[in-house]
Antibody, heavy 121, light 107 residues
Framework: QVQLHESGPGLVKSSQTLSLTCTVS??????????WSWVRQPAGKGLEWIGR???????NYNPSLRDRVTISVDTSKNQFSLRLSSLTAADTAMYYC?????????????WGRGTLVTVSS | DIQMTQSPSTLSASVGDRVTITCRAS??????LAWYQQKPGKAPNLLIY???SLESGVPSRFSGSGSGTEFTLTISSLQPDDFASYYC?????????FGGGTKVDIK
């Protein structure tokens, strides 16, 4: 069965760039019509969608984060990645990778366990 | 952005209670709405999509209804495993947004 696993540094400095990777196991990232997303959640708060990518490389980003976000895909490694620049304390959150079934069905039917990112000054 | 507002933010209930959570959209989203359950320290888990379609493997005590701007998630008989937080999410537009969440705790 397909699983998602986030990886990356747990602590990053303010003003620097965060890089996270989501590894897809148990199936190919290129099979089907799936889209692959990043979602974050500050401690004790709600969920915020960051952006998504299709295996073709096509992306959509949250307008509020668009200037700082880049999502990429590496089909040879069965991974997709997030880069978030100009970090501040407000970017401290649990970061999840997640799967959307297909174009237009932009809900999340599979999630990773999440990785906690703390931005320090 | 489409704003999603959930109510109540906290709900105290007992095992066996019928529980209803409301989600309102700032503009019509047709039936493009999903519901998730999240337990502490865990990722969200999909319960309902397209407002009323039950995700495979989700108990039938969960149901969703509504269209346009007003939606509800109902748990017909609350079970001990159901004490958690619940979030709605619209997907009318590619820029997804979530409700603020409803925490269901033990009365």
């Amino acid at each position: 069965q397909v699983q998602l696993h986030e990886s990356g540094p747990g602590l990053v400095k303010s003003s620097q760039t965060l890089s996270l990777t989501c590894t897809v196991s148990g199936g190919s990232i290129s099979v089907g019509s799936y889209y692959w997303s990043w979602v974050r959640q500050p401690a004790g708060k709600g969920l915020e969608w960051i952006g998504r990518i299709f295996v073709s490389g096509s992306t959509n980003y949250n307008p509020s984060l668009r200037d700082r976000v880049t999502i990429s895909v590496d089909t040879s490694k069965n991974q997709f990645s997030l880069r978030l620049s100009s970090l501040t304390a407000a970017d401290t959150a649990m970061y999840y990778c997640a799967r959307e079934p297909e174009a237009g069905d932009w809900y999340f039917d599979l999630w990773g366990r999440g990785t906690l990112v703390t931005v320090s000054s | 952005d489409i704003q999603m507002t959930q109510s109540p933010s906290t709900l105290s209930a007992s095992v066996g209670d019928r529980v209803t959570i409301t989600c309102r959209a700032s503009q019509s989203i047709n039936s493009w709405l999903a519901w998730y359950q999240q337990k502490p320290g865990k990722a969200p888990n999909l319960l309902i999509y397209k407002a009323s379609s039950l995700e495979s493997g989700v108990p039938s005590r969960f149901s969703g209804s509504g269209s346009g701007t007003e939606f509800t998630l109902t748990i017909s008989s609350l079970q001990p495993d159901d004490f958690a937080s619940y979030y709605c999410q619209q997907y009318k537009t590619y820029a997804l947004t979530f409700g603020g969440g409803t925490k269901v705790d033990i009365k």
